[in-house]
Nanobody, 115 residues
């Protein structure tokens, strides 16, 4: 079955950087759009970035120019490079793939931006 495992979260100071990874299995990774979402308490999960099978990317306005999504099809892994982090980027970050009309999510990784 589809499995997504995020890693790379942690505590970072404002202005710092983190790289999140999402290791995927159970489906033909290279053929699917992969997305990163984030969620804070009391708010709905919001799309951060997505990357298509052909490498076309899409970003939320709030993170454009600071975050970069990429994928390594040989490793079945999608990445989110986060630079110039702000306190408002603090959230749990989730990886998602829509496979056979079903949204599949990882367990999430906590990112905290604080001095």
């Amino acid at each position: 079955q589809v499995q997504l495992v995020e890693s790379g979260g942690g505590l970072v100071q404002p202005g710092g950087s983190l790289r999140l990874s999402c290791a995927a299995s159970g489906f033909t990774f290279s053929a699917y759009v992969m997305s990163w979402y984030r969620q804070t308490p009391g708010k709905e999960r919001e799309l951060v970035a997505a990357i298509g099978a052909g490498g076309i990317t899409n970003y939320a306005d709030s993170i454009k120019g600071r975050f970069t999504i990429s994928r390594d099809n040989a490793k079945n892994t999608v990445y989110l490079q986060m630079n110039s982090l702000k306190p408002e980027d603090t959230a749990v970050y989730f990886c998602k793939v829509r496979h056979l009309y079903t949204d599949n999510w990882g367990q999430g990784t906590q990112v905290t931006v604080s001095s």
